[in-house]
């Protein structure tokens, strides 16, 4: 099973983080490893092409120092006066002439010293003669260039003067005459003036001869140094030349290779050269790139060492540079990374919360649809159940009707029964009465019934008053006629019941609205029941008010008897309502006259007065009309 399968997110995508940083580190190793080497290559080799630019110079400069004195040594020994003074050389005038030439010559030629040699090695005449440590009487038959003159050679040879324990080069010539060899002319010449020279370079520059020894330099610590130990063969040499004091012959810590010769490449060399010494381990070993050439004819090998740390620098920059580079790379690409996991982890984010409100949307909906049947159930319920209590209404408003067609017809019977009873009774008594002969009273029996029958038709025709359609034409009536009219009629009731009428309100009031006739029967109820309400008392009064607001007229009839009970008052305009003696009232009155009132558009209420009594307002639509024509109606 693979680890993937099962390790949880955050953990595989830790996983994958440090999978990703290692191979950027792999690669960022890789790119820094090619910029070192490329680098490397570039500033060494840019290094080694000074070195050798240079080495050019040194070594055509020191080429052209020695050639200078190369041919002196023939060109005396050649002269015709020193191989006469070569000849005389046991004369000490010769001697003395000899030494001044000698001495002429180098201060001429600017070399070191200029002597004169014997066969055996003796030097009979020198440049220096008068110095502290002059050459003459010195041999150095041991010398190389000595032996290489003797042998018809120019000798060349560098050495540490046995005398003036100073470095030179010296060149030897043969002083021959014809096939005789006299002696040898020895130019030695200055190598410290040249070193000196080279110390002001800036270069690290050594010439080493073909042991290895270091015998020119521009860094004094070299001297004498040697690149790889000396053989037993040169030691010998050495020893028999007397070249160079053995003791300081020590090498240099170079690398193995430049010991191959005349190679170039990289070594590294401690300051004080090999070996055990207080400050050994303090010694720093510095890089050089060494460049070296090689002169056949003084077996001599000349080398540059540039010092490699400008160059090792450059490489240190460029590569901190490539890391840097990296790592900004590597950090771009994390950066760029986190951004894009960060947008993907949004947009799944994003995706899960429109999924998450589409389902809540779904869910809802599904809720909705649910709901809606469900209310759609219930509306359908609530209208059975409507249609049902309709039904019982109109059931109900029925069975109310057929109560009140009951209770009419209880009324009406006995409204109609108590005076036909009384009419049989009546007739009956006046039958008997005028077989008695008894007229008068059978008269005034006769009057009785006329007076009950008169009652009954009062009582039919209140029922009229229902059973018709309003009839009649409405218009303009004056109010103040039909009020004079009414209590006209009234006049017998009110003086029997010693009732007074007290009129107030404006005197003219704009004719109303309704019918004449109609309007009178509604005044006559109002009045004929306040009269009732005051029925106990010895002088009952009654006030009517007419004043007009608007565009009504409104008339208020108030009496002063108990009020009205509180338990009529708010049915009190239905029919039958009645407090009244059965006989006494039908409870029809008030009924028939908010009918009347509303056929003319206007309004009757009922309430009781704050100081006692009923108060009745009607409120009529005044008749925008002239009063010429309402006079006329
Ligand atoms: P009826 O006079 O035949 O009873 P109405 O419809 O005229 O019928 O009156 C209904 C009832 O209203 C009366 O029985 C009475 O109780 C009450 N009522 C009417 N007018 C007055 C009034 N002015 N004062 C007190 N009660 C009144």
Request: proline content about 4%; glycine content about 8%; charged content about 25%.
């Amino acid at each position: 099973m693979q680890f993937g399968l099962w390790a949880p997110r955050g953990h595989r995508r830790y996983l994958r983080w440090i999978g990703r940083l290692a191979a950027a580190a792999l690669v960022s190793g890789a790119v820094v490893w090619g910029v070192y080497a490329w680098s490397q290559t570039i500033f060494l080799k840019e290094t080694q092409d000074r070195a050798r630019a240079t080495l050019a110079l040194y070594t055509e400069g020191l080429e052209g120092a020695f050639r200078k004195y190369e041919a002196i040594p023939e060109l005396l020994a050649r002269r015709a006066e020193v191989i006469a003074l070569f000849r005389d050389k046991d004369a000490p005038a010769a001697v003395a002439r000899a030494n001044r030439l000698s001495e002429d010559v180098n201060r001429t030629t600017g070399a070191e010293a200029t002597y004169f040699m014997d066969t055996d090695g003796h030097t009979f005449a020198a440049s220096n003669w008068r110095g502290d440590l002059p050459f003459v009487g010195q041999n150095f038959s041991y010398r190389p260039y000595f032996q290489a003159a003797m042998e018809g050679r120019l000798g060349r040879y560098f050495a540490l003067g046995t005398t003036s324990n100073k470095r030179g080069y010296y060149f030897a010539y043969p002083v021959k005459d014809e096939a005789e060899t006299l002696g040898a002319v020895v130019v030695k010449v200055d190598v410290e003036r040249i070193e000196a020279a080279w110390a002001t370079g800036g270069d690290d520059v050594m010439v080493t001869d073909a042991n290895g020894v270091v015998f020119i330099t521009s860094r004094p610590e070299w001297r004498f140094k040697t690149l790889f130990p000396l053989s037993e063969a040169a030691i010998g040499q050495i020893t028999r030349d007397r070249q160079y004091n053995l003791a300081d012959l020590t090498p240099l810590d170079l690398a193995p290779w430049i010991a191959g010769g005349a190679a170039s490449g990289l070594v590294r060399i401690r300051a004080g050269g090999r070996g055990p010494g207080p400050n050994a381990e303090a010694r720093q070993a510095t890089e050089y790139l060494v460049e070296a050439r090689h002169v056949p004819e003084a077996d001599w090998t000349v080398h540059i060492l540039a010092d490699t740390r400008s160059a090792r620098a450059q490489v240190t920059t460029t590569v901190a540079i490539s890391v840097l580079v990296c790592l900004i790379a590597i950090l771009s690409a994390a950066i760029v990374e986190q951004h894009r996991r960060r947008l993907v982890d949004r947009i799944a984010l994003e995706r899960a919360a429109a999924e998450r409100l589409e389902q809540n949307v779904r869910e809802r909906t599904a809720d909705l649809t649910e709901t809606n049947l469900h209310l759609e159930r219930e509306i359908a319920e609530r209208e059975v159940t409507e249609a049902a209590l309709r039904r019982t209404q109109e059931e109900l408003v029925q069975a109310g009707k057929l109560a009140a067609l009951g209770q009419m017809s209880a009324a009406l019977s006995h409204e109609f029964n108590q005076p036909l009873a009384a009419i049989r009774s009546y007739a009956e008594n006046a039958a008997m009465l005028i077989g008695r002969g008894r007229q008068e009273e059978a008269s005034d029996n006769c009057a009785r019934i006329r007076d009950l029958t008169g009652r009954m038709a009062d009582i039919s025709k209140h029922l009229n008053a229902f059973a018709r359609k309003p009839r009649g034409q409405l218009g303009p009536v004056r109010l103040d006629q039909v009020i004079q009219d009414t209590l006209e009629s009234l006049h017998g009731r009110l003086d029997a019941a010693r009732a007074r009428v007290e009129l107030a309100g404006e005197a003219r009031v704009p004719p109303v609205i309704a019918g004449r006739v109609r309007l009178q029967q509604v005044l006559t109820n109002l009045l004929l029941n306040a009269l009732d309400a005051m029925a106990n008392q010895a002088a009952p009064r009654i006030e009517i008010t007419v004043e007009a607001a608007a565009n009504q007229v409104r008339v208020a009839i108030r009496d002063h008897g108990d009020g009205i009970a509180q338990e009529v008052l708010p049915t009190i305009f239905d029919p039958f309502v009645t407090t009244k003696q059965v006989g006494s009232g039908l409870g029809l009155g008030l009924s028939i006259s908010y009918n009347i009132v509303k056929d003319f558009g206007g309004s009757l209420s009922a309430a009781n007065h704050p100081d006692g009594g009923a108060l009745f307002v009607l409120e009529l639509a005044a008749a925008d009309v002239p009063a010429a024509l309402a006079a006329n109606a």
